[in-house]
């Protein structure tokens, strides 16, 4: 069975950091593409950064600069490190792996909340 989650999220002020985490398990870990998404209340899910095997793929505009992906194979585990938080940041963030011939999984997701 494969499991995705999420932990990190929280209530932060603006310019702050958080750093949110993804253990996967029942999965080659090492092998999928991972991602994190968020959707904000009332928006689309949209894709945050996606990192492959051995290098990142993608970052959304709005967090380049801001936000870093990362991934430790040897404990199954995704990061995201998020520095310079503002309120857009607010979201229900998500994790996501795509293996290959094995499918797409999504965690059940981590609140990120932006407030003075």
């Known amino acids: 069975q494969v499991q995705l989650v999420e932990s990190g999220g929280g209530l932060v002020q603006p310019g702050g950091s958080l750093r949110l985490s993804c253990e996967g398990s029942g999965i080659i870990f090492r092998f999928a593409t991972m991602g994190w998404y968020r959707q904000a209340p009332g928006k689309q899910r949209e894709l945050v950064a996606r990192i492959g095997r051995s290098s990142i793929l993608d970052y959304a505009d709005s967090v380049k600069g801001r936000f870093t992906i990362s991934r430790d194979n040897a404990k199954n585990t995704l990061y995201l490190q998020m520095n310079s938080l503002n309120a857009e940041d607010t979201a229900v963030y998500y994790c996501?792996?795509?293996?290959?011939?094995?499918?797409?999984?999504w965690g059940q997701g981590t609140q990120v909340t932006v407030s003075s």
């Open positions: 996501n792996s795509v293996v290959p011939y094995g499918g797409e999984y």
